[in-house]
């Protein structure tokens, strides 16, 4: 395994973009120098990369912000909304990747933490992972958008049911409900994500746009709007690269080669 690009908070590795968004420090409260570094990394995303995982270092993927630094602040409101800022420009980043997106999520994941777990594409968890939105209890609202994803998740009810009541959601629960996608051991949820991450990114990428662009499109769209939708984009992609060589390896009876398409 060859390492195409380093730093401190992104690191690209056989097609995959790793971006840390939480370390050690603070107690694993989100590491906007990682939050900063990750948004440019994805606004600059080459044609190398078919995946993106989301990690955190330390005990926890993300516990959420740095409350002790909100407290410390002059103005508060200008320090969070500068903060939130930035956030959502990471997350309008992740939202207009066309790449898979994965977070590898073990010990907590809160506020912050959870609100891009919600936003992941896929979310592996161990049976240690924990998940709460934890704005109640410093009386803020939520952010990341928590309040736009969550409910798309796991419904309307459920959603303010679990923001109003500030719940934990242990593993077992957050899978259920469909925020995290599977679970593995606990010290295998990185190596299991970035392995997955690594099996996309050898798959059809544009297949994986046209899935990504399909499925945020029906968020507003008729049936039968997404019915025409549907038909555009598989007669395109019957005779783009990726579309032949699925088809034709089908026939053939061999694996397809979509890094190297005849």
């Known amino acids: 395994m060859t390492s195409t690009a380093q730093t401190e908070y992104v690191t690209t590795v056989d097609g995959v973009l790793q971006i840390t968004i939480a370390t050690a420090a603070n107690g694993t409260s989100m590491d906007f120098a990682g939050i900063t570094a990750g948004t440019a990394a994805l606004d600059d995303l080459g044609p190398e990369i078919g995946a993106v995982v989301l990690v955190g270092s330390g005990a926890n993927f993300c516990a959420g912000g740095d ?108 899978m259920r409900l469909g925020i995290l996608s599977r679970l593995v051991a606990d010290d295998e949820v990185r190596s299991a994500t970035l392995a997955l991450a690594q099996q996309l990114a050898l798959g059809p990428r544009s297949t994986h746009a046209s899935i990504k662009s399909l499925l945020a499109q029906s968020n507003s769209a008729t049936l039968s709007e997404q019915l025409d939708l549907e038909r555009d984009f598989i007669a395109a992609a019957a005779n783009s690269r990726t579309g032949r060589e699925g088809v034709d390896a089908f026939v053939a009876k061999r694996k397809p080669d979509y890094r190297n398409p005849a």
């Open 67 to 174: 409350v002790r630094g909100f407290a410390a602040a002059e103005d508060r409101a200008a320090h969070i909304h500068g903060l939130a800022t930035d956030l959502h420009a990471f997350v309008r980043a992740l939202d207009e990747t066309r790449v898979p997106v994965l977070a590898a999520v073990h010990g907590w994941a809160a506020g912050a933490g959870m609100s891009l777990v919600c936003a992941a594409d896929i979310a592996l968890g161990g049976p240690s992972t924990k998940l709460r939105p934890a704005y109640p209890g410093i009386g803020l609202s939520p952010d990341g958008g928590m309040s736009w994803t969550l409910p798309r998740i796991v419904g309307a009810g459920r959603a303010r049911e679990i923001l109003l009541t500030d719940a934990v959601l242990d593993a077992e629960e957050a």
